[in-house]
């Protein structure tokens, strides 16, 4: 008689938390939404969060300086003065690195300044950023758009001061708002990356945002859409699937086919 075994918990199957959704930008508790405590409630982890950020830095830098080898320097290559008889230092070609207009002596060429990190530990220091947000109290999720009515600077200010948003008595920075797509969130990017208004907070679309921005400024305010779609998109360490939509797309959001949030 065969017995068929029951199946296995899921290792990666994790307990979840909940998180408050509010409405933008008057901040009213709207409904609690659950994510996996693997995804929105990980240990603070500095070690995987510095190497997330000096791996994003590298990327970061052109390497494009270059400057010029005396060798590469257009000149004659006669020598200026005789070696000796003259009580003056020797001296080679007009090309000298110690001469004006002479070439460098180590100069600078276009370099490639990136380091490797492994996917899977950018995506755990990715979701490890989000969890140091929730559990700091500093993570907004908006239940719904994010968008302004107006888009003057008083307005603005009134309501980031309004929610605490702003720059805080002795802290620092800009509070961060990231949003699905700016095409339909034209005021929003407007007013706080075009106006006086940006020194309160700036507008990031999902895709723009990297692991250094979400660790800067006093708030991150995230529309839920945005926050589900850079979840599923940070969890192959979890899944050891990539996501199969576009990283960076261009034009309009990709579609909504393909997304599964790990429970």
């Given at each position: 008689m065969l017995i068929k075994s029951q199946p296995s918990a899921s290792p990666i199957a994790s307990p979840t938390v909940l998180t408050t959704l509010y409405?933008?930008?008057?901040?009213?508790?709207?409904?609690f939404a659950p994510y996996p405590t693997s995804h929105l409630a990980l240990p603070l982890r500095?070690?995987?969060l510095h190497r997330a950020v000096i791996f994003e830095g590298d990327r970061a830098r052109q390497g494009t300086g270059s400057t010029l080898h005396r060798s590469e320097v257009h000149?004659?290559?006669?020598?200026?003065?005789?070696?000796?008889?003259?009580?003056?230092?020797?001296?080679?070609?007009?090309?000298?690195?110690?001469?004006?207009?002479?070439?460098?002596?180590?100069?600078?060429?276009?370099r490639n300044f990136e380091t490797d990190l492994p996917r899977k530990m950018y995506d755990l220091a990715f979701r490890t950023a989000l969890s140091w947000r929730w559990r700091k109290g500093e993570l907004v999720v908006v239940?719904?758009?994010?968008?302004?009515?107006?888009?003057?600077?008083?307005?603005?200010?009134?309501?980031?001061?309004?929610?605490?948003?702003?720059?805080?008595?002795?802290g620092a920075g800009r509070s961060l708002v990231i949003t699905e797509d700016k095409h339909e969130r034209g005021r929003?990017?407007?007013?706080?990356?075009?106006?006086?208004?940006?020194?309160?907070?700036?507008?990031?679309?999902?895709?723009?945002?990297d692991v250094k921005d979400?660790?800067?400024?006093?708030?991150?305010?995230?529309?839920?859409?945005?926050?589900d779609r850079m979840l599923a998109e940070h969890q192959m360490d979890l899944t050891n699937e990539r996501p199969n939509f576009p990283w960076k797309p261009s034009g309009s959001a990709p579609a909504k086919s393909g997304l599964t949030l790990l429970k």
């Amino acid at each position: 008689m065969l017995i068929k075994s029951q199946p296995s918990a899921s290792p990666i199957a994790s307990p979840t938390v909940l998180t408050t959704l509010y409405s933008f930008p008057s901040l009213e508790p709207v409904r609690f939404a659950p994510y996996p405590t693997s995804h929105l409630a990980l240990p603070l982890r500095r070690d995987i969060l510095h190497r997330a950020v000096i791996f994003e830095g590298d990327r970061a830098r052109q390497g494009t300086g270059s400057t010029l080898h005396r060798s590469e320097v257009h000149g004659s290559g006669r020598k200026i003065r005789p070696q000796k008889g003259t009580g003056m230092a020797r001296l080679g070609d007009k090309k000298s690195p110690m001469l004006r207009g002479g070439g460098r002596a180590f100069p600078k060429k276009p370099r490639n300044f990136e380091t490797d990190l492994p996917r899977k530990m950018y995506d755990l220091a990715f979701r490890t950023a989000l969890s140091w947000r929730w559990r700091k109290g500093e993570l907004v999720v908006v239940d719904g758009k994010c968008t302004f009515d107006d888009v003057k600077e008083g307005h603005i200010a009134e309501v980031f001061e309004m929610n605490g948003w702003g720059r805080e008595e002795g802290g620092a920075g800009r509070s961060l708002v990231i949003t699905e797509d700016k095409h339909e969130r034209g005021r929003l990017f407007f007013g706080l990356n075009e106006t006086p208004a940006s020194a309160f907070g700036k507008a990031l679309e999902r895709w723009d945002v990297d692991v250094k921005d979400l660790l800067k400024g006093p708030r991150v305010i995230i529309e839920k859409w945005a926050l589900d779609r850079m979840l599923a998109e940070h969890q192959m360490d979890l899944t050891n699937e990539r996501p199969n939509f576009p990283w960076k797309p261009s034009g309009s959001a990709p579609a909504k086919s393909g997304l599964t949030l790990l429970k």
